[in-house]
């Protein structure tokens, strides 16, 4: 079995990218087509207001996540924080990768909230993919670049 160096972790926020979504959307792993039917559905049972992270809120999440990176001695490969979603690539830690996303959701809604942002920020769950050799991480370290441009 491969040793796994590390994962590229993906979440967003709330209400903005919906199952069935015409740009594709991930369940269980599996990268699913557009549904119209199933994303109106999704839309129509939405309980808030659709999230979005302004350009001074991007720098905010991503100086919180890389400061609780740091503080428990995380190592990030890349990082892009989106207005509507961030992809996060580490190397391998022993810290079970839901409690990870839990501390870089809590902590940049923290942040959020301590700047004047209300509403619910993320949505629940991830995606995850992982890094079992060098090759897979740059690939996963160029896709991330690219969507700091």
């Not at 160096?5 to 369940?27: A, F, H, I, N, P």
């Not at 809604?109 to 700047?115: D, E, G, H, P, Q």
Request: one cysteine or more; aromatic letters at 12%.
């Amino acid at each position: 079995m491969a040793k796994t160096l590390g994962y590229m972790l993906t979440w967003t926020t709330y209400g903005s990218w919906l199952q069935g979504d015409k740009r594709r959307y991930v369940k269980n792993g599996k990268v699913l087509d557009g549904n119209k039917e199933l994303f109106e559905l999704c839309s129509f049972l939405q309980k808030g207001a659709t999230f979005k992270l302004r350009n001074d809120e991007k720098q905010i999440v991503r100086r919180a996540i890389l400061n609780e990176a740091k503080r428990i001695n995380l190592k990030v490969g890349a990082l892009a924080v989106c207005s509507n979603h961030v992809h996060l690539l580490l190397w391998f830690s022993p810290i079970p990768i839901g409690r990870l996303i839990s501390r870089f959701k809590n902590i940049s809604t923290s942040v959020l909230k301590n700047n004047g942002r209300s509403g619910r920020v993320w949505t629940r769950g991830f995606d995850k993919r992982f890094c079992y050799d060098n090759d897979h991480f740059n690939t996963y370290i160029t896709y991330i670049n690219d969507h700091n441009k």
